[in-house]
């Protein structure tokens, strides 16, 4: 039997960032795929759907174009099969700089098989087993498909064959409203796909707070029909799908499955070790390391639903990676939280979210703009959105924000950077704002916290000589 000191299960971003740290201190490791290689972000996730994010985009703005005076935006037209030929040669370009950087290891590092647990430090591949000291799983996440829906497969269509799609029906319906959902939901709309979005619940895009959750679903709804009470059945019918909800029936030519995504553990035999596993069947481990408790396992990146984003994933890759190959084991800080859903306009999650500060009951002040009538967002012709910022009463902390405006991904890496650098809402407001920009209305949700919190703001917004440096709270906890 093979004995190697770490074993890698899953060449994704989670386990390529492990390899990294892995390398720096063994050259006795192993990395086990049975997969194509490139890494779900690259090849069925983040990037190529930016890229048809982009196009779609670009596409629906000859809406405005007229009332700038830019004629003749009537006539462009789009070609599907060229939109879908362009998202692949950019995913291709990106999964190549993946495996590129791959070139240099994987001759005598990778194993392109399927691995299984036989013991906690024994693994099948099918025609060898070997034996690992440390083994990392990050296997990712697959595609949710609900119990009896593989009767419909031929309109079914997920995220890890949506892009294979030569073109478009006339017809979608878009089942699940998160963050996949309404990304590629609003995109299939923008370049011409007759779209119907089904959710359950108001919570689209990822949003929590019920204020702006009813805002984005009113304005969403405005470029496509939002059903939020879900699926009750599919039915096949005269060579469509028949989608039942409470209130009507769709008949359309395709649904894009957009229902969450599950760990990959299914035939890892994680669960047959005798480890205790939470209500979701994740073996239950240490959030500051990575180690399933009572082993020299690791888990890293969207296996455990944490937090399924990439650069999460790559953090908890390289956190395992760094305590699979040391001596001591580390705990490791977590970064903010930054949550990007690329709708548009951007919805994003930073700090706490509303949900979570209610749930553990945080006496909290909200502060809030408006998006419509907005200096800058006038002169983009962008007139929607909202920002909500949750401040402590008490301390005048930044706790989270809720975000749906105009280049809401920038406005939440300035809070997502103002929280994690502790700064308060008066020196938040401290801080240089130009003019005119979309961040002036993040200003006045600020200034509108600033109102609300005990902590009382200084004589004006520039702090006063002696005001206390910035990372200390102004009353000077
Ligand atoms: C449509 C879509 C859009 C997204 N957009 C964004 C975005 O804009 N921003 C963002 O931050 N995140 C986004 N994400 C999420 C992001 O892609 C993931 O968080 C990230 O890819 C997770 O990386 P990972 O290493 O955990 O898993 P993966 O990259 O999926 O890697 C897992 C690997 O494990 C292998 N594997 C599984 N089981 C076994 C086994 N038993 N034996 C051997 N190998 C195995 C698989 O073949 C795979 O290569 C998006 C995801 C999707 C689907």
């Given at each position: 039997?093979k ?5 890698i299960?899953?060449?994704?971003t ?13 050259n006795?490791?192993v990395?086990i795929?049975?997969?194509i ?7 069925v ?5 930016k890229?048809?994010?982009?196009t ?26 060229k939109?879908?030929?362009?998202v692949?040669q950019l995913?291709?370009?990106?999964v ?7 070139d240099d ?7 392109k098989?399927r ?6 430090n ?9 034996h690992a ?7 990712g996440?697959?595609?949710v498909?609900?119990k009896g829906?593989e009767?419909?497969?031929?309109y ?6 949506f ?6 029906p ?18 299939l709309?923008?370049?011409g ?6 959710g ?8 929590t ?11 969403f ?15 096949s ?8 909800t ?8 395709k ?7 599950k ?6 035999g994680l ?14 481990y240490?959030?500051g390391t ?10 890293a990146?969207d296996?455990n639903p ?15 990676g ?6 001591k084991?580390?705990c ?15 919805i994003a999650i930073?700090g706490?979210?509303y949900d ?7 006496d909290?002040?909200?502060?809030k ?6 200096g800058r ?9 909202m920002?909500?910022v949750?401040?402590?009463?008490n ?7 809720e975000?749906?405006?105009p280049?809401?991904e920038?406005m939440a ?9 502790k700064?308060d809402?008066?020196?938040a407001?401290?801080?240089?704002f130009?003019?005119?920009v979309?961040e002036?209305?993040l200003r ?13 703001a200084p004589v ?18």
């Amino acid at each position: 039997m093979k004995r190697y000191d770490i074993a890698i299960i899953g060449a994704g971003t989670a386990g390529l960032s492990a390899r990294r740290e892995v390398a720096k201190r063994t050259n006795n490791y192993v990395v086990i795929d049975d997969g194509i290689l490139g890494t779900t972000c690259a090849r069925v996730g983040c990037m190529p759907s930016k890229a048809l994010i982009e196009t779609a985009n670009l596409f629906h703005k000859r809406h405005t174009l007229k009332k700038l005076g830019v004629g003749g935006a009537h006539a462009l037209d789009l070609d599907r099969v060229k939109v879908m030929s362009h998202v692949r040669q950019l995913r291709d370009r990106f999964v190549r700089s993946v495996t590129k950087e791959m070139d240099d290891w994987t001759e005598t590092h990778l194993i392109k098989k399927r691995a299984k647990f036989t013991t906690k430090n024994t693994l099948d591949l099918g025609d060898e087993v070997i034996h690992a000291d440390k083994i990392i799983v990050a296997t990712g996440s697959k595609p949710v498909w609900p119990k009896g829906w593989e009767a419909y497969s031929d309109y079914l269509v997920d995220t890890d064959s949506f892009f294979e799609l030569e073109t478009f029906p006339s017809k979608v319906a878009v089942i699940g409203l998160g963050v996949i959902g309404l990304e590629l939901g609003q995109s299939l709309a923008r370049i011409g796909v007759d779209v119907v979005g089904i959710g359950l619940g108001n919570a689209i895009g990822g949003l929590t707070d019920p204020e702006i959750q009813t805002y984005a679903i009113q304005k969403f709804g405005e470029e496509f029909p939002i059903v939020t009470t879900g699926v009750k059945e599919l039915r096949s019918k005269d060579g469509k799908l028949e989608i039942i909800t409470s209130e009507t029936s769709y008949l359309v030519d395709k649904a894009l499955l957009a229902l969450g995504r599950k760990p990959s553990l299914a035939g890892l035999g994680l669960d047959e070790l005798g480890l205790e596993l939470d209500d979701k069947g994740i073996p239950l481990y240490d959030p500051g390391t990575y180690l399933i408790e009572g082993t020299s396992i690791f888990i890293a990146g969207d296996v455990n639903p944490e937090r399924p984003i990439l650069h999460e994933a790559a953090d908890e890759g390289r956190i395992a990676g760094y305590n699979a190959a040391s001596d001591k084991m580390q705990c490791f800080r977590r970064r903010t939280k930054l949550a990007i859903t690329f709708a548009d306009p951007n919805i994003a999650i930073v700090g706490k979210s509303y949900d979570e500060l209610h749930r553990e009951k945080v006496d909290f002040v909200t502060g809030k703009v408006s998006y419509e009538g907005q200096g800058r967002a006038i002169l983009k012709m962008q007139e929607i959105g909202m920002i909500h910022v949750y401040v402590d009463r008490n301390k005048g902390s930044l706790l989270g924000a809720e975000i749906f405006c105009p280049d809401g991904e920038h406005m939440a890496h300035l809070l997502a950077w103002a929280i994690a650098g502790k700064i308060d809402v008066h020196h938040a407001l401290s801080m240089p704002f130009y003019h005119p920009v979309i961040e002036e209305g993040l200003r006045t949700a600020l200034r509108h916290a600033a109102s609300l919190v005990e902590v009382k703001a200084p004589v004006l917004e520039t702090m006063r000589c002696q005001d206390p440096p910035v990372g200390v709270f102004a009353n000077g906890k």
